[in-house]
T-cell receptor, first 114, second 113 residues
């Protein structure tokens, strides 16, 4: 079974803090993704990576950065957390796009920024 | 409670009935489609997929139908159970070199015992 794990289920941070969200997958997938999920807006892509040290902006990258130093690990960084970044953050991974396979999601991290 | 289900269309069915959840997709070039189930407090879980060269695909208690003419996707759940209560959303892959998924907003399925 594919397993995608996220470092925290719940996080509470203060405005201005630097926040790290970690994601690890055990299926040797090339692609990894970070989304945020908000009521009424669905899933929105923040960043994705199709290889180690490679990253691409998604639809809403502002205020975020990412790091992929190892194939299995994809980190999302909030350089200076703001209250509008309170959200559910979901990590996903998938095989190469040409294989036309689904994305597998982690359990999510619910972040509250005060 | 979890907020992912707010502002979503809701389908309420009786336990044992069949459920049909619909999705209109946006891009006629999309060639791969997925249905996900998201239970409260959890990440989305893959249910079933279908490629554009097919009209129908069946899984265990679930069937996906694809109508490319009207860009419509549906998920049928047979003999709906309380454990099926969740938010269901579709995703389309427009293909190409990146092949990112575009997700629908979702439908909340509520199963009455």
């Amino acid at each position: 079974d594919v397993k995608v794990t996220q470092s925290s289920r719940y996080l509470v941070k203060r405005t201005g803090e630097k926040v790290f969200l970690e994601c690890v997958q055990d299926m040797d997938h090339e692609n990894m993704f970070w989304y945020r999920q908000d009521p009424g807006l669905g899933l929105r892509l923040i960043y994705f990576s199709y290889d180690v040290k490679m990253k691409e902006k998604g639809d809403i990258p502002e205020g975020y950065s990412v790091s992929r130093e190892k194939k299995e690990r994809f980190s999302l960084i909030l350089e200076s957390a703001s209250t509008n970044q309170t959200s559910m953050y979901l990590c996903a991974s998938s095989p190469p796009f040409k294989r036309q396979e689904t994305q597998y999601f982690g359990p999510g991290t619910r972040l509250l920024v005060l | 409670g979890e907020s992912v289900g707010l502002h979503l269309p809701t389908l309420s069915v009786q336990e044992g009935d069949n459920s049909i959840i619909n999705c209109a997709y946006s891009n006629s070039a999309s060639d791969y489609f997925i249905w996900y189930k998201q239970e409260s407090g959890k990440g989305p879980q893959f249910i079933i997929d279908i490629r554009s060269n097919m009209d129908k695909r069946q899984g265990q208690r679930v069937t996906v139908l694809l109508n490319k003419t009207v860009k419509h996707l549906s998920l049928q759940i047979a003999a709906t159970q309380p454990g099926d209560s969740a938010v269901y959303f579709c995703a389309e892959n427009i293909g190409g070199s990146q092949g990112n998924l575009i997700f629908g907003k979702g439908t909340k399925l509520s199963v009455k015992p």
